[in-house]
Every structure is written in C-alpha cells, then in structure tokens.
C-alpha cells in the first residue's frame, strides 16, 4: 500500500499490489458496484456526493475504502470535495477483459431486474 505524506493524502495499492481476490470482493457488493458503474459510464472523476447510495454514511464511506484499498478506484481531494476515479488502465493491464465483463453483466442483470441505479 501506498504511504500518504498528509492527512489529505488518501492511500492506494500501487498497480503490482492489487490482487484479483479483493477485486472481486469489491466488485460482490451491490452498493460498489452501482458506484462502479456510475464511474464507467462517466468519463472521468466523480465526488462522494455525486452517490446517492440507499445506506448511512458510515456504510458509504465504508463502501468508498474497499473500492479504494482493493485497486479499483483512485480518490484525491480536489479542494473541499473527494473525487473519485475508475483505475481502469490499471485493472485492464492486471486483468484483461474482467472489469469490461463484470460491467456487461451487471448491466443485462439491471435490465433483467428492471433497475436503473
């Protein structure tokens, strides 16, 4: 993991340092991977407050940190606001296909349930 010289400063595995097993756990979780695919279908960073997740704060918070310590996205503060961003070129490189198939399925499963979120 990645060491932060600052309080501001936000943690993350360097590339060689994420693992497929905590991928796929942050990927397991229904409120992530609504959080994931919100990042994909945008073209570049978005804040914690952009999410409107059905949970505490706590537990969104809570849902950012997995999502962040398991490679899957980049946070940085930019001024006030937490930013968020999809480490696909890191996970395209590491695992090639597998974010692109996650995000298929996800996507029939959500028309299959008839859920947009």
Known sequence: MTTTTNARELAHPAREEIRLDGVLHALSDPMRMRVVRALAAGRGELSCSYF???????????????????????????????????????????????????LEAADREALRLGDDS
């Open 52 to 102: 409107v997740l059905p949970v505490t704060k706590s537990t969104t918070t809570h849902h950012f940190r997995v999502l962040r310590e398991s490679g899957v996205i980049q946070q940085v503060y930019r001024g006030t606001a937490k930013m968020n961003g999809l480490r696909r070129a890191d996970l395209d490189a590491l695992f090639p296909g597998l974010l692109d198939s996650v």
